[in-house]
């Protein structure tokens, strides 16, 4: 099936509105592809700032080290570290965000989901170590909590004000159902952005769901302004999250009786890199996808979803502030790979995978 050029053209350009106040020069606009867009970037400063996470074999962070046990590649070749800083989350202005998925969790899963976010929330007294707020993602809206809070027990009580209504968009509905699913995802991922963005600090989006749907495979074809479309979604979206300062998380709350299944696994193929519209997929917009790159973990297989949601917050507790000069791009939109490196054997550095240079 080949995928409709102006219908998804325009499911992209306006699951990404607020994405694009961020100013991310693109090489045609996605609504009207041929149309060059001018960079309004060309000779800003090109400096990146990369949040750092170090961790041993056994998944532990690890805290203490110092700038000369990094070294960092741009493209495979080593750059220089500007500046450096050891973080403890606890003293720093960071920001958990909570975002409860109606639309892509079945409705039974929904309620285990929001148990579970209550129970992590009412631990300690309903004392939470960092501020929090909650998203709550469904066919009816976004509603994207006002304010930030450490007392868990006024969160719990935000959690139960809100009405878990039924989904509206169904898997039964195929693929025109998923791609609504999809279009609703990346509009609340990119309101988001946005208003995360206005503040100073880093921030953790936590998406509890299984992820949107993929629209991904061997009958789904892609045309030349389609593919151009994603891949200036993915460009932006990959800006927007780094100048936001957001690392994106998923939490997988199917469980065990999914553990097994290629959806959990499958996005692995969509990992690398997209250097051009010649070589993207529709897979290269998926929440874990885009959570792996921006520096983020993955969790599934656990009927725990506590776990996973401690696992991610267990980022904060130490981490590494790396500020490199990014490369001049000979063209707009030049995807650049990135790799953080640590000298002690069996040490393990996460950051975001790459980003897309100027010129």
């Known amino acids: 099936m080949q995928v409709s050029s102006w219908a998804l053209v325009c499911l992209l350009s306006f699951s990404l509105p607020s994405i694009a106040q961020q100013s991310v020069p693109t090489t045609e606009s996605p609504t009207r592809p041929g149309t060059a867009r001018p960079s309004e970037t060309a000779g800003a ?4 700032e ?11 962070v690890i805290p203490g ?10 493209n495979k070749r080593p750059g220089n570290i500007l500046s450096f800083r050891a973080v403890n989350g606890a003293s720093a202005p960071v920001e958990v965000v909570f975002v409860v998925d109606q639309v892509n969790t079945s409705f039974d899963r929904v309620a285990f989901e929001r148990d579970e976010i209550k129970k992590f929330l009412s631990r300690d007294g309903g004392k939470l170590p960092y501020p929090t707020s909650l998203v709550f993602f469904s066919d009816d809206g976004t509603q994207i909590q006002n304010g930030v809070s ?6 719990v009580a935000a959690l139960d004000q809100n009405q878990n209504g039924l989904r509206s968009v169904r898997r039964a509905q195929g693929y025109y159902g998923a791609q609504e699913r999809f279009q609703l995802s990346l509009k609340t991922l990119s309101s988001l952005i946005a208003m ?16 949107w749907p993929l629209l991904t495979g061997p009958r ?5 302004n389609d593919a151009l479309g994603v891949f200036n979604s993915v460009v932006s979206i990959s800006t927007a999250l780094r100048q936001a300062g957001i690392t994106l998380y998923s939490v997988d709350p199917l469980g065990l009786a999914d553990a097994g299944s290629l959806r959990t696994t499958y996005y692995e193929e969509f990992l690398k890199g997209v250097t051009s519209p010649n070589h993207v997929d529709m897979g290269d917009l998926a929440l874990q996808v885009i ?29 590494y502030v790396l500020t490199i000069e990014g490369a001049p791009a000979d063209k707009a939109n030049e995807y650049h790979d990135l790799q953080v490196k ?4 069996g040490l393990t550095a996460r950051t975001r995978t790459g980003y897309y240079a100027q010129p």
């Open 342 to 345: 640590v000298a002690t054997p």
């Open 291 to 319: 959570a792996t790159q921006s520096g983020g973990l993955v969790t599934y297989g656990s009927n725990s979803i506590v776990a996973g949601m401690d696992r991610c917050i267990a980022d904060l507790s130490a981490y």
């Open 65 to 74: 080290l110092r700038q000369q046990d990094f070294s960092i590649f741009d």
């Open 220 to 224: 789904i074809e892609l045309s030349r």
């Open 45 to 48: 400063d090109r400096r990146i």
């Open 196 to 211: 995360e963005g206005a503040k100073p600090g880093r921030k953790i989006v936590i998406w509890i769901s299984p992820g």
């Open 150 to 155: 450490r007392d868990g027990n006024s969160l």
């Open 50 to 60: 990369l949040n750092v996470v170090v961790t041993d074999r056994s998944g532990k």
